[in-house]
């Protein structure tokens, strides 16, 4: 079996079709996701975690959105540094980013 | 928080610039992982059970590649009859399709 991700993060890079209607990329998830994952490679830990761009997670009102798994975190990540919050916290020490999370 | 799924399944639908190296997408990848959507969807399933595109998993020697979590199963899943019997047992059941996980 492929490598067992300690963390694999998903960040969704959907631009919904309708302008009128948000969506993640028109949010400015390319750039902030494809960052990230430079920043994850910048700190040597590919082999722990993932970074991995993903179709519509269906959180296009809240978006930029993301998920982490094996824990199935939903977070919005509006800035990139919200987005290296969530590297420093959750991906690197486990620790989930509270203010982040996606509450119903 | 947004739902938990009780396996979120992801396909990679990444092609590959360099037309002499293989990728999931030139493998039928789109095709088998938007009818596998679809599939999950006509069951029912919506709200156990989430079936996203991805970016490149990596795996692109063996693809088309998917990944379940939370359990972090990776699979190859040449056909789309593969993957819906990774949808009977999987998905619907919890039973992993060992024939079709990717060893190293």
Same mark, same amino acid.
Do not use: N
């Given at each position: 079996?492929?490598?067992?991700?300690?963390?694999?993060?998903?960040?969704?890079?959907? /631009?919904?079709?309708?302008? &009128? #209607?948000?969506? %993640?990329?028109?949010?400015? =998830?390319?750039?902030?996701? $494809?960052?990230?994952?430079?920043?994850?490679?910048?700190?040597?830990?590919? /082999?722990?975690?993932?970074? &991995? #761009?993903?179709? %519509?997670?269906?959180?296009? =009102?809240?978006?930029?959105? $993301?998920?982490?798994?094996?824990?199935?975190?939903?977070?919005?990540?509006?800035?990139?540094?919200?987005?290296?919050?969530?590297?420093?916290?959750?991906?690197?020490?486990?620790?989930?980013?509270?203010?982040?999370?996606?509450?119903?």
């Amino acid at each position: 079996m492929p490598k067992q991700f300690r963390c694999h993060l998903f960040w969704c890079g959907h /631009e919904r079709d309708d302008p &009128t #209607k948000p969506s %993640c990329a028109k949010r400015g =998830s390319m750039d902030i996701g $494809m960052k990230l994952k430079q920043a994850m490679r910048d700190r040597g830990l590919r /082999e722990e975690v993932a970074v &991995t #761009k993903s179709g %519509c997670l269906g959180q296009c =009102s809240v978006g930029p959105a $993301m998920i982490v798994y094996p824990e199935g975190v939903w977070y919005s990540v509006p800035t990139f540094e919200d987005a290296m919050e969530i590297l420093d916290s959750h991906l690197e020490k486990g620790e989930i980013v509270e203010r982040l999370v996606i509450r119903d």
